[in-house]
């Protein structure tokens, strides 16, 4: 099994800031990472596949980079509704997912 | 559009079967380019593979579950179904149909294992 790690557990950060999120794979995905978004009550929204392309309707401040076993997840300037809990999910071997990051309002 | 939605019973007791049914539109089934999945979120925490089905029959679980789960396509009726046996409260979560990598979700629906 694939095991997918998030740092942090929990970013801090201020509306108009930038935000890192990272995930780690236990072995090589190559590219084949996904982010989502998940707010409260939602189901999760896909935000990023193929570790780098912004699915339909994300905004530009989204971008994903990495390859193999590492990959972020960027966001250029965040907004009121970026906070949120996000979560990468590797589909190289089947499915399994980061344990998320919770984005919070500092 | 492919769009899910998730039908089934809310609460279901403990060594009992949760069964569940995920009925898609926008498309049909009749096709192995799609692998019909379940994913599911306890309250509170993060989300987790249960398995996938592809129109052909074959079946890819999630090896934590795979004793317990057996999932099926009935593509006449535009539905994928989940059975988990022998539950227990370690099972109450949200369960979404969900072809995660291409966005797919449904809305989720929320199962409880009480007595």
């Known amino acids: 099994e694939i095991v997918m790690t998030q740092s942090p557990v929990t970013l801090s950060a201020s509306p108009g800031e930038r935000a890192t999120l990272s995930c780690r794979a236990s072995?090589?995905?190559?590219?084949?990472l996904a982010w989502h978004q998940q707010k409260p009550g939602q189901a999760p929204r896909l935000l990023i596949y193929?570790?780098?392309t912004r699915a339909t309707g994300i905004p530009a401040r989204f971008s994903g980079s990495g390859s193999g076993t590492d990959f972020t997840l960027n966001i250029s300037s965040l907004q009121s509704e970026d906070f949120a809990v996000y979560y990468c999910?590797?589909?190289?071997?089947?499915?399994?997912f980061g344990q998320g990051t919770k984005l919070e309002i500092k | 559009q492919l769009q899910f939605q998730e039908s089934g019973p809310g609460l279901v007791k403990p060594s009992e079967t949760l069964s569940l049914i995920c009925t898609v539109s926008?498309?049909?089934?009749?096709?192995?380019?799609?692998?019909w999945g379940w994913v599911r979120q306890p309250p509170g925490k993060g989300l987790e593979w249960i398995g996938s089905?592809?129109?052909?029959?074959?079946?890819y679980y999630n090896p934590s579950l795979k004793s317990r789960v057996t999932m099926s396509v009935d593509a006449p009726k535009s539905q994928f179904s989940l059975n988990l046996k022998s539950v227990t409260a370690a099972d109450t979560a949200v369960y979404y149909c969900?072809?995660?990598?291409?966005?797919?979700w449904g809305q989720g629906t929320l199962v409880t294992v009480s007595s």
């Open positions: 969900a072809i995660p990598e291409r966005g797919i």
């Open positions: 926008g498309v049909s089934m009749n096709t192995d380019i799609y692998a």
């Open positions: 089905v592809y129109y052909s029959g074959h079946t």
């Open positions: 072995q090589n995905v190559n590219n084949n």
């Open positions: 193929g570790a780098s």
């Open positions: 999910q590797q589909y190289n071997n089947w499915y399994t």
